[in-house]
């Protein structure tokens, strides 16, 4: 079902793109392979390769070790459902809207000279091959000084639950609900630290167009669940440099969003990493004195094609912190594996960086602690994420992801990543204020 993108004119392009992204269709400059390791002595070896945020990383010391390109291959549900449902699906005039879409893939075909390229981009982003039932993991959180010292340490489960586009676990394609929603997101209650433990934030994004994310937040100081602005979807939580719109990669709502194709072009990102649960996925140690090293990823690195994106915000009044977000979408799984995120004078300001270790089973004891009832279907591959990290590279400072926390053995590891399992700690009863008053005293 997946057809090769259609090759958009440098005519329609040309007005679009820098310098930089002219140059990335050339071959001249970047010459890397399998087993190369480049440092900031070799930048200029992958310089079309590179993105502004990636190149600023090799500079800080951090270096990138090139692995083979590996084809990524989605579940049997998902392509089976884009093959039945993907030539029915339509978007509203103003891109907005998604129309009749049921599961799978809305757009696996994308043409560059269509207007609407960067809405349809953005809608596989809202549906991808990972994300189709639900999925969740126990995540550790830390924030890094520009010494490399450790601030503080945030310890919380994070579950996602897909309404629609349903394939595996009853009931399917919808879980039917007095307004439709497309998923939710609960982060929480919170383990760590002891000033926020029993924190908890529910969100809810709606079908609707210009319905707003219903987002709730319990405060255990207060006892109470408090409702959060759509404006302080752009501030950082808990101190940290994460905003809710940047959670996990892009979160924000595509309809409060214009978006814009800038490219398509090859770029290093990490995708197959081989750091699960492993400290040496960071390139220093944190307390050592060696700077931001300590909040970037030693991972493997390889080249992936991707649709490079400019999402800016339209429908915040002016309020928004960012002025624009540039979004490096994988072509296979439509995962934003690099998201850049400009201020309102224009520079650049933050990434964050997946490192991404797509498998059917990230180790030989995959999942050491199952969850009651899950299946842990091996048959296809899923987006695990062991590390990412927030960089403010203005500061510079990071905040850091680990799932499962490398510094934990093995024996501890609880909940591990899991998809599309049909399990009571994520399911719709769930996902209500009253759980997250239940669960957070």
């Known amino acids: 079902m997946r057809k090769r993108l259609g090759a958009a004119s440098w005519t329609t392009l040309i007005g679009l793109l820098s310098l930089w992204l ?7 400059g970047a010459e890397v392979a399998a087993g190369d390791t480049l440092t900031r002595d070799t930048v200029s070896q992958a310089e079309t390769l590179l993105t502004p945020s990636t190149r600023w990383m090799l500079e800080q010391g951090m270096p990138m070790r090139i692995i083979a390109t590996k084809r990524v291959t989605w579940p049997a549900a998902y392509e089976e459902a884009t093959e039945k449902f993907a030539s029915q699906v339509s978007l509203s005039d103003d891109g907005r809207q998604l129309i009749n879409y049921v ?93 926020h433990k029993g924190t908890s934030i529910l969100s809810f994004r709606y079908q609707a167009p210009d319905d707003l994310d ?99 915000p339209v429908g915040y009044a002016g309020r928004y912190t960012y002025s624009k977000r540039i979004l490096y979408v994988d072509q296979e799984f439509y995962a934003p594996l690099l998201q850049e995120i400009y201020d309102l004078q224009g520079e650049l300001w933050k990434v964050f960086v997946r490192s991404i270790a797509y498998t059917a089973k990230p180790h030989d004891r995959y999942p050491v602690n199952p969850i009651a009832g899950a299946r842990y279907n091996y048959s296809d591959e899923w987006a695990f994420m062991p590390q990412a990290v927030m960089i403010d590279m203005q500061a510079p400072h990071a905040t850091t992801f680990e799932a499962p926390a490398v510094h934990s053995p093995p024996a501890e590891w609880q909940t591990e990543w899991y998809f599309n399992e049909d399990i009571d700690s994520n399911n719709a009863s769930i996902f209500s204020r009253n759980y997250l008053i239940r669960s957070g005293r």
């Open 22 to 28: 002219v140059g990335a269709t050339s071959p001249c």
């Open 103 to 195: 599961a799978g893939c809305p757009f696996p075909s994308i043409d560059l000279n269509d207007p609407l390229a960067g809405f349809r981009i953005m809608w596989n982003q809202e549906h991808p091959p990972f994300s189709i039932d639900n999925f969740g993991t126990d995540s550790t959180t830390q924030t890094v000084g520009a010494g490399g010292g450790l601030e503080r340490t945030f310890s919380y489960p994070w579950r996602r639950l897909m309404w629609t586009g349903r394939l595996y676990s009853d009931p399917k394609p919808v879980i039917p609900h007095a307004r439709n929603v497309s998923h939710t997101n609960l982060i929480g209650p919170a383990f760590l630290p002891n000033d």
């Open 214 to 312: 219903d987002t709730y937040a319990y405060i255990p100081e207060t006892r109470r669940v408090h409702r959060v602005s759509i404006v302080d979807r752009s501030t950082p939580l808990w101190r940290t440099d994460v905003d809710l719109d940047s959670w996990w990669g892009f979160n924000a709502k595509l309809s409060f969003w214009s978006f814009r194709v800038l490219a398509d072009k090859d770029i290093l990102a990490v995708v197959h990493s081989d750091k699960y649960g492993d400290p040496s996925a960071w390139c220093a140690a944190q307390n050592e004195n060696r700077g931001i090293l300590a909040a970037l990823p030693c991972v493997p690195w390889e080249k992936r094609r991707v649709w490079v994106v400019e999402a800016i």
